[in-house]
């Protein structure tokens, strides 16, 4: 995503807290002069603010996605997913941030797996969520 969103000329700032990426994901977006990586956690609601500073669009795409890591560390999954998204929600609010993003793709994903084989909730492909208000004045 920061690639082409560099690519098409756009300023972007990375937030990652690398708990399960690598620098090397990130590799060619560092040597773009638009781009700008900062290391944190959802879970740092002031880091995060101060990240969103200046934004106009965010993408979270941060999530625990792994089903059976989430069984075995419910609390972790919880705050990263749960506490971690509401602060991101929180964050683009507090910054004027006009667009944000939330894509649970791989979370669905890991869902859809679980319960499709259970055959009591299949979730197929990727269910596109429309805004439901906008953020403040």
């Not at 560092?30 to 740092?44: C, I, Q």
């Not at 934004?55 to 059976?68: E, G």
């Not at 910054?95 to 299949?122: D, G």
């Amino acid at each position: 995503l920061a690639d082409r969103l560099l690519a098409d000329g756009k300023q972007v700032t990375g937030w990652d807290n690398f708990s399960t990426g690598l620098d090397r994901f990130v590799a060619g977006a560092l040597k773009h002069p638009n781009f700008k990586l900062v290391r944190g956690d959802n879970l740092d609601l002031p880091a995060l603010i101060a990240a969103m500073k200046g934004c106009d669009t965010v993408f979270h795409l941060a999530a625990q996605s792994n089903v059976l890591g989430a069984v075995q560390d419910v609390e972790y999954s919880f705050t990263t997913n749960v506490t971690g998204t509401f602060n991101v929600l929180k964050a683009a609010t507090d910054s004027r941030v006009k667009t944000s993003y939330c894509c649970f793709h791989e979370l669905m994903k890991s869902a859809s797996k679980m319960m499709s084989a259970s055959r009591i909730w299949p979730v197929r492909g990727f269910t596109r969520l429309g805004p439901i208000a906008k953020p403040g004045p």
